[in-house]
């Protein structure tokens, strides 16, 4: 049985930019250049990570969740996942932000609740945001369901974005300059049964023999090859139940 592995930032951003693309990155292992990620954004997420570490964010902002920053930078994978009468299996890896480890609450059997964070430099009201959804749903299925040996935890009760948005800057020494902004935590609704349902529509294009259409405006395809006049759309909406 084929195992193709899906990485949320491929789930977040390639499959809404072009069907086609994703489709010959995961299946056909044709990847896209990786684009190139300005430093200053690596810079400010590992500030941010350093200085949640191990603290209650409750503690530092009351509008944060009551909950310990843990374990940044974690590797995930989810056992597979079969999809029926396709042949294939789908494994979810990624590196997570960290996850959060929820103060005075358990759930029924007593356990302790656990977040799914993840840290973000851009505008609150940045729209491109909602496509961060697809992506935490992804790492909480890995936490819940992750491969032999993996890094596991559960239950996943919370997922949401921090948000940091920098606006202001000051300097109050000599060489030493700071950036400042308003923070916020945005929390997503867990819905792990429209995920999996999503996750189908993934995995019967991925048994096709034929890729998907590619999106008028993607430029790679048309730098690559220009787009085909005649592909067949691959049939994905309202499948029944594909996931095991």
């Given amino acids: 049985m084929k195992t193709y592995t ?26 896209r250049p990786k684009s190139i990620m300005p430093g200053v954004f690596h ?26 920053f843990r374990t940044p930078d974690q590797w995930v994978e989810s056992a597979p996942m079969v999809a029926k ?38 505008a609150g009201n940045d729209e491109s945001l909602q496509m961060y959804v697809l992506a935490m749903h992804a790492y909480t299925y890995a936490l819940e ?29 000599e060489g030493k ?15 792990m049964a429209s995920f999996r349902k999503w996750l189908g529509r993934i995995a019967i294009v991925l048994a096709q023999d034929t890729p998907p259409d590619s999106t008028q405006d993607c430029q790679y395809c048309t730098f690559a090859a220009g787009i085909p006049e005649a592909v067949e759309t691959v049939a994905i909406d309202e499948p029944e139940e594909v996931l095991v």
């Fill in 6 to 31: 899906l990485y949320p930032s491929d789930l977040t951003f390639l499959w809404r930019d072009c069907p086609r693309c994703f489709y010959n990155s995961v299946k056909l292992g044709h990847k």
């Fill in 43 to 68: 810079n400010i997420d590992k500030a941010m990570k350093s200085f949640y570490l191990d603290k209650n964010l409750y503690e530092i902002d009351p509008c944060l969740p009551n909950a310990i």
């Fill in 85 to 122: 009468g396709l042949g294939i299996q789908l494994v979810i890896k990624g590196k997570m932000d960290g996850v959060l480890e929820y103060v005075d609450e358990k759930d029924d059997n007593g356990n302790t609740v656990w977040g799914a964070p993840d840290l973000k430099a851009s």
């Fill in 145 to 173: 369901n992750p491969a032999q040996g993996a890094f596991s935890r559960s239950p996943i009760e919370h997922l949401g974005l921090l948000v940091f948005n920098p606006d202001k800057f000051t300097q109050k020494q």
């Fill in 177 to 191: 300059a700071f950036m400042g902004g308003a923070l916020d935590w945005c929390e997503i609704e867990k819905d």
